[in-house]
């Protein structure tokens, strides 16, 4: 078995998991391997969890990077205090990770009134000029689930609405309506 399809099927456990409760983490515990002997004991908790994804971002393998954000992004406001590693990882050299950390940002602060929104908020708009098509997407797409507290990126959703790709362009149109019409 591949390391990818190992991790693919340790995100997939770990998500089960997670959601019924059966797993925690500590702070000692960090990246893949830590998941891994956290799962053996059958221990999880959320906020500890989140420490656990953040660490994972460090790997080199980017595979690895990308499941950790998508862990986090399962996570939604429990992980907000991740926010800062995760907007590092919009800057990240695959485009694969710097997708998943836009998604990750839009499902953590979905709706939010957190301290960091507008440090999220930037940071998803410069993602809309990524030259990574689907990473801009998920910008878009993000900045749409957080709503009101995104209406300073409206001028860049409106910009990206002349995107040369389809799917962004419609993407940042319906971002643009959601946040308009947030209350």
């Known amino acids: 078995m591949s390391i990818k399809n190992i ?98 940002l839009g499902g953590i602060f979905f709706k939010s009134r957190h301290v960091e929104i507008q440090n999220v908020v930037s940071a998803l708009s410069r993602t809309l000029d990524d030259n990574y098509w689907m990473a801009r997407c998920a910008a878009a797409y993000s900045l749409g689930l957080i709503g009101l507290e995104a209406n300073t990126a409206i001028p860049s959703l409106v910009d990206t609405m002349k995107d040369s790709n389809w799917w962004v362009r419609m993407i940042a149109g319906d971002s643009v309506k959601k946040i308009q019409t947030a209350k």
């Open 7 to 104: 991790a693919v099927t340790l995100t997939v456990v770990l998500s089960i998991a997670f959601f019924a409760g059966c797993v925690t983490v500590t702070a000692q515990n960090s990246g893949v391997p830590g998941m891994i002997e956290l799962l053996k004991k059958n221990k999880w908790d959320k906020k500890q969890a989140a420490i656990t994804f953040a660490g994972s971002l460090k790997n080199s393998d980017w595979y690895v990077r990308k499941e950790a954000l998508l862990g986090l992004a399962l996570l939604g406001e429990d992980a907000q205090s991740s926010s800062s590693q995760i907007i590092t990882a919009l800057r990240d050299r695959n485009p694969n990770v710097r997708e998943a950390a836009a998604w990750a």
